[in-house]
């Protein structure tokens, strides 16, 4: 099968799903979510032609995640509305036979760069690195001088994911491998864009994080250089989404790593990436689920969403994050309660019907007493089953009753940096992203994807009765997706 007819049945596969995709009842309204099939790793969304291009990982005619890779295509102004658009990228030549898989795309003079890794299962080695080329970011061609770097052994099977990051007069592309004494990144440098030649292991050694460093991102935030991380076979875990916090040395094109920063604290956030707005900003936006974990949608035949963009900062040598302001457009209809009390051992809310809404808490740590608050989403009709929140002064646990994985439940201290927190639940009927806020800026993010019992919101204090500062409920209005495939 030659490339475009790759292509051609991939956009027509998708339009044909149109309908039955919109009426899927798992399907969340305001995050981007595959159109068809599987879709996975988002590649660092681009401000091209007075839109974000927005490419992923997608094969859209069956929800398994080991079938061969085409690069899905949107654009988008702000995320709040997007237009899907013909798939760019299709397995055609034998070096990427099994898959055009993940990468990045960079621009120069106009012109977009995208970097990829061509997967054939069957010859060594198994991947290497290739290019395509595009003036108008729709089409792309592929050079004849693909791939572009190969491993320097065939029996080298991790050798992937290329991110590209400018520094000085060059450009550096970061590739993630398996080395004897752990996982390591390798740097190569350009100064066209098609030749590119190894310069430095740029960081290496650290077997406590993992046996393969996928997806990576680096961006200068403050006074730190944030290098993001998806590694394979940590903490016990297959996969996990971290940050380092380090320099970058321009001189000998290596990193020195100071710190490991958790990004998010859920069971469904990988493959994380920077992005830069065209007013300067540094913004996050990751896939929304896991390899290996549950996949609910899997019944209405597909799999993967994207996370919403998070503002990311450094404050106080903090890694601070925030939600984009244009979110606050899709709020609708909302109810406002202040200084609440939420009763010993009865529900404040019976069972409340909502399952895609922005709902804000606000707490002071004194009024917990010796008390504790528990909130449960996505519940049956008893209140269990679902998306469990209890806080008391000690901590926050948040435990998903709808999945049987290692990974959902976890305990945060959000009382670490001050006595008063405000927690936003962004509820979307299959999914929720969970922000935890100090003061002016979210500390830990949480993402979970659910496998809903009902769509009722529960909420009742135990020991003794609860005041909450404030209480919102907004709900939300979904984010269009127009087809012009």
């Given at each position: ?8 049945l ?43 291009q ?61 970097y ?35 491993p ?25 491998v ?25 960081l290496?050694g ?22 993001i991380?998806?590694?394979?076979k ?18 000998t ?25 065209p ?37 106080n ?5 925030s ?16 200084h ?21 808490m ?21 209140g ?24 959902r ?54 020991g ?14 979904k984010t ?6």
């Amino acid at each position: 099968m030659n490339k475009e007819d790759m292509k051609r049945l991939c956009d027509q596969y998708i339009r044909e799903k149109e309908s039955e995709c919109r009426e899927h009842r798992l399907r969340p309204r305001y995050h981007f979510s595959s159109p068809a099939g599987w879709m996975n790793d988002p590649h660092p969304p681009i401000w091209f032609a007075g839109e974000y291009q927005l490419y992923f990982n997608l094969y859209p005619f069956q929800p398994e995640g080991v079938r061969p890779k085409c690069w899905g295509h949107a654009s988008t102004g702000d995320f709040t509305s997007f237009r899907l658009l013909p798939c760019v990228l299709a397995p055609d030549q034998d070096y990427d036979r099994d898959g055009c898989a993940s990468g990045c795309v960079a621009e120069r003079d106009g012109i977009l760069y995208a970097y990829y890794t061509g997967r054939n299962y069957y010859r060594l080695p198994r991947e290497v690195q290739c290019m395509a080329v595009s003036r108008d970011g729709n089409h792309f061609v592929k050079p004849r001088k693909n791939p572009i770097l190969t491993p320097d052994s065939p029996d080298r099977n991790d050798y992937r994911d290329p991110a590209v990051f400018r520094l000085r007069e060059r450009h550096i592309m970061l590739l993630g491998v398996k080395e004897e004494d752990g996982p390591a990144l390798l740097a190569y440098s350009s100064g066209d864009m098609y030749s590119w030649t190894f310069e430095s292991v740029f960081l290496s050694g650290i077997k406590e994080l993992g046996s393969m460093w996928e997806c990576p991102s680096l961006r200068r935030i403050g006074a730190a250089d944030y290098l993001i991380l998806s590694p394979e076979k940590i903490d016990g875990v297959d996969q996990r989404c971290i940050c380092l916090k380090g320099t970058l040395d321009p001189e000998t094109v290596t990193y020195s790593y100071q710190e490991r920063l958790e990004l998010d604290y859920g069971a469904d956030f990988y493959a994380a990436q920077f992005y830069d707005t065209p007013e300067g900003e540094v913004r996050l936006i990751a896939w929304m689920s896991r390899w290996k974990n549950q996949h609910p949608t899997i019944k209405e035949g597909w799999i993967g969403s994207l996370t919403l963009p998070r503002k990311v900062r450094e404050e106080n040598g903090r890694l601070c994050f925030s939600i984009p302001e244009e979110f606050r457009t899709l709020r609708g209809e909302e109810e406002v309660w202040e200084h609440i009390t939420a009763e010993r051992n009865r529900n404040l809310f019976q069972g409340r019907k909502e399952n895609c809404a922005w709902i804000t808490m606000v707490l002071e740590r004194s009024a917990l007493k010796e008390g504790i608050l528990t909130a449960v989403f996505f519940g049956d009709e008893q209140g269990t089953a679902g998306l469990c929140l209890t806080i008391d002064r000690m901590r926050l646990t948040i435990a998903n009753e709808t999945v049987s994985h290692p990974e959902r439940y976890r305990e945060i201290d959000v009382w670490k940096y001050g006595e008063r927190t405000k927690l936003d639940i962004l509820l979307d009927i299959s999914c929720a992203e969970i922000c935890i806020n100090d003061s002016e800026f979210i500390t830990h993010c949480v993402t979970h994807c659910v496998s809903p019992e009902g769509d009722g919101i529960w909420l009742k204090a135990t020991g003794t009765d609860i005041v909450l500062e404030r209480l919102e409920i907004a709900k939300m209005g979904k984010t269009p997706v127009e087809y012009q495939l």
